[in-house]
């Protein structure tokens, strides 16, 4: 399985690449990446076993952060600004984003990444509020490949993007600002009831 060694951290020049794209019917190295990719963020879901592994929990990961430059990625993230918490749990194979909204948002907490260390919390990344792709999806248990057509909206979006920014080389730190640097019309997905935040804060 993926261990915090064997993934490629910020300042490696392969994660500032544009990745290839992924051969079809994929081979078996591929397919164990994907695996791969993919276990590691369905383990990382549990507490216990990211503390017997010493891994952080993440909701995407790409092929270049475990050091093959490739046109894929896995997600496993829930919608939680959904009442129905619906959950996007996918290997994604040469997506390409086909439409983007104007309408732009950002994760008021910031975003994070398995391979930067740095806290950047004090950051926000702006993202489309919406956005509909092409690609391939890998169903790990049959190992069968279908071509989709997706639209993501919200949480899920900003979750692609993010992945879909790191085939292309780009590391969100290199797309951060102050909020009050933001257009006015960039919102924030969410709200942070600040005193819950006081109320939850670490000594």
Do not use: W
């Not at 790990?140 to 979750?159: C, D, E, F, S």
């Not at 969100?172 to 939850?200: A, G, Q, R």
């Amino acid at each position: 399985m993926i261990l915090d060694k064997d993934i490629v951290k910020e300042g490696t020049p392969s994660l500032n690449q544009v990745c290839e794209k992924v051969k079809l019917p994929l081979s078996k190295a591929d397919f164990d990446l994907a695996f791969n990719m993919y276990q590691y963020l369905v383990i990382s879901e549990n507490e216990e076993e990211c503390k017997r592994y010493n891994i952080r929990p993440g909701v995407g990961i790409a092929a270049p952060q475990v050091g093959r430059n490739v046109r894929m990625f896995a997600m496993n993230a829930v919608d939680f600004l959904d009442e129905k918490q619906p959950k996007y749990s996918y290997v994604i194979i040469n997506p390409e984003i086909i439409e983007k909204s104007k309408e732009m948002t950002y994760l008021p907490g910031g975003e994070g990444c398995l391979s930067v260390v740095r806290p950047t919390n004090e950051l926000v990344t702006p993202r489309h509020v919406r956005i509909v792709a092409k690609c391939a999806i890998l169903d790990i248990a049959t190992r069968k490949i279908k071509n989709v057509k997706m639209t993501l909206v919200g949480y899920p979006a900003i979750v692609f993007q993010h992945e879909y920014d790191h085939l292309d080389g780009i590391l969100y730190t290199s797309k951060m600002f102050k909020v009050d640097k933001l257009d006015k019309d960039i919102f924030p997905l969410y709200t942070i009831n600040e005193e819950e935040k006081d109320e939850n804060a670490e000594d």
